[in-house]
């Protein structure tokens, strides 16, 4: 569980279940919104037999994000493995509106990064978004991700081209930005306290 100096909630991520997909599709109000946050894996309107295929997917660690204190679930997030040692941050969503600009993406974009890199053992964590996204983004570098210039996607949307960008953490950055040294431990994939 982590928690952000500059929010008093504190997050932990449980296992999306099937009993989990009405909130999740009643997050989900318009085709932009799941555009914005799944791309184009899912069509609108969401379904719960799209969310068994999704969950089928035996790469793909898919969470609800938990308000501890009031043992609620605010949000949604997925950590996608994919070769070489690098997993993707996807569908990552404060679900209740209310709950948005709170810095709430902030403290769930580094849980999932504390649990990618502790955990999974990766080396690198991408996602992508969109450049019009400028919260999203500003989110994103907070947690100390950089563009990669080299890696853009497109999708049209409603007769209009939607660019996705891509970012990208090391572990050895995350591991700098948290004092996290390695070095010292038997244990290659220990993970200090994020």
Same mark, same amino acid.
């Given at each position: 569980?982590?928690?952000?100096?500059?929010?008093?909630?504190?997050?932990?991520?449980?296992?999306?279940?099937?009993?989990?997909?009405g909130?999740?599709?009643?997050?989900?109000?318009?085709?932009?919104?799941l555009?914005?946050?799944?791309?184009?894996?899912?069509?609108?309107?969401?379904?719960? @037999?799209? *969310?068994?295929?999704?969950?089928d997917?035996?790469?793909?660690?898919?969470f609800? +994000?938990?308000d /501890? =204190?009031?043992s609620?679930t605010?949000?949604?997030?997925?950590i996608?493995?994919?070769?070489?040692?690098?997993?993707?941050?996807?569908?990552?969503?404060?679900?209740?509106?209310?709950?948005?600009?709170?810095?709430?993406? @902030?403290? *769930?974009?580094?849980?999932l990064l504390?649990?990618?890199?502790?955990?999974?053992? +990766?080396?690198? /964590? =991408?996602?992508?978004?969109?450049?019009?996204?400028?919260?999203?983004?500003?989110?994103?570098?907070?947690?100390g991700?950089?563009?990669?210039?080299n890696?853009?996607?497109?999708?049209?949307?409603?007769?209009?081209?939607?660019?996705a960008l891509?970012?990208?953490i090391?572990r050895?950055?995350?591991?700098?930005?948290?004092?996290?040294?390695?070095s010292?431990?038997?244990?290659?994939?220990?993970?200090g306290?994020?």
């Open positions: 569980m982590i928690q952000d100096k500059n929010t008093t909630t504190i997050i932990k991520l449980e296992p999306f279940t099937p009993a989990d997909f909130t999740l599709i009643s997050w989900i109000d318009s085709r932009e919104l555009i914005t946050i799944a791309g184009t894996v899912f069509s609108y309107p969401l379904t719960d @037999l799209q *969310l068994q295929k999704y969950l997917d035996k790469k793909s660690y898919a609800n +994000v938990v /501890v =204190e009031q609620k605010i949000g949604h997030a997925e996608y493995l994919m070769d070489d040692g690098i997993c993707k941050l996807d569908k990552v969503l404060i679900g209740d509106r209310s709950n948005r600009g709170k810095g709430l993406g @902030l403290v *769930l974009i580094n849980e504390y649990y990618s890199f502790s955990r999974l053992g +990766v080396r690198m /964590v =991408e996602l992508n978004v969109y450049d019009w996204n400028v919260s999203g983004m500003k989110c994103y570098e907070k947690a991700f950089t563009l990669n210039p890696k853009k996607m497109f999708t049209k949307t409603d007769g209009i081209e939607w660019v891509n970012m990208t090391t050895d950055e995350w591991d700098k930005r948290h004092n996290i040294d390695r010292r431990h038997l244990n290659p994939n220990f993970s306290s994020a």
